[in-house]
């Protein structure tokens, strides 16, 4: 569980040496010229929201192992957004990082389409990673003929990571 400081008051509370006990925070702050009053409350209410534990994320390398620059020709991301959105284009022996966040929805999928021939010869990929609580794939993942892929899981739910290797296959 992520927890984010919503306010100043937690933030001096802490600061002014505040005592962390399974039943909450007991703080008492330290004042020069006055005497300070005891601030005492629950460490769930002195936060503010926080992150729901089903966020999940997905980072995809993209290595263009081809002697030619793959294009991307668009994608889609289900139940999140970009957050590191694809490039327009990857250089041949180059690889991209794209980063997807889901929107609280317990996992987060992702569909990129590249060519290399930028939509003259149709010759590309489409690379799919899925990352939903025990549903964990690439399946979709589809290679016109002449281009190979591979692709590796390298972390799982619910921050995965994905490996995807472009090459020439004929």
């Given at each position: 569980?992520?927890?984010?400081?919503?306010?100043?008051?937690?933030?001096?509370?802490?600061?002014?040496?505040?005592?962390?006990?399974?039943?909450?925070?007991?703080?008492?702050?330290?004042?020069?010229?006055?005497?300070?009053?005891?601030?005492?409350?629950?460490?769930g209410s002195l936060a503010g929201p926080t992150a729901p534990d089903d966020d999940a994320s997905i980072t995809v390398h993209i290595?263009?192992?081809?002697?030619?620059?793959?294009?991307?020709?668009?994608?889609?991301?289900?139940?999140?957004?970009?957050?590191?959105?694809?490039?327009?284009?990857?250089?041949?022996?180059?690889?991209?990082?794209?980063?997807?966040?889901?929107?609280?929805?317990?996992?987060?999928?992702?569909?990129?389409?590249?060519?290399?021939?930028?939509?003259?010869?149709?010759?590309?990929?489409?690379?799919?990673?899925?990352?939903?609580?025990?549903?964990?794939?690439?399946?979709?993942?589809?290679?016109?003929?002449?281009?190979?892929?591979?692709?590796?899981?390298?972390?799982?739910?619910?921050?995965?990571?994905?490996?995807?290797?472009?090459?020439?296959?004929?």
């Amino acid at each position: 569980m992520r927890v984010r400081f919503a306010t100043p008051v937690v933030a001096s509370v802490l600061a002014a040496g505040a005592l962390v006990t399974g039943a909450g925070v007991t703080a008492t702050a330290l004042a020069t010229g006055a005497s300070a009053a005891p601030v005492s409350g629950s460490l769930g209410s002195l936060a503010g929201p926080t992150a729901p534990d089903d966020d999940a994320s997905i980072t995809v390398h993209i290595t263009n192992e081809t002697c030619d620059t793959l294009y991307y020709q668009g994608g889609t991301v289900q139940d999140g957004t970009f957050s590191d959105a694809p490039w327009q284009a990857i250089r041949a022996h180059s690889t991209e990082d794209i980063t997807v966040l889901s929107n609280g929805n317990h996992g987060v999928a992702v569909n990129l389409d590249y060519d290399l021939s930028n939509g003259v010869s149709h010759r590309g990929v489409t690379l799919h990673a899925n990352d939903y609580q025990g549903n964990l794939n690439t399946v979709g993942t589809q290679a016109h003929v002449g281009v190979g892929t591979a692709n590796t899981i390298d972390a799982g739910y619910p921050n995965a990571e994905f490996s995807f290797h472009v090459s020439d296959n004929g």
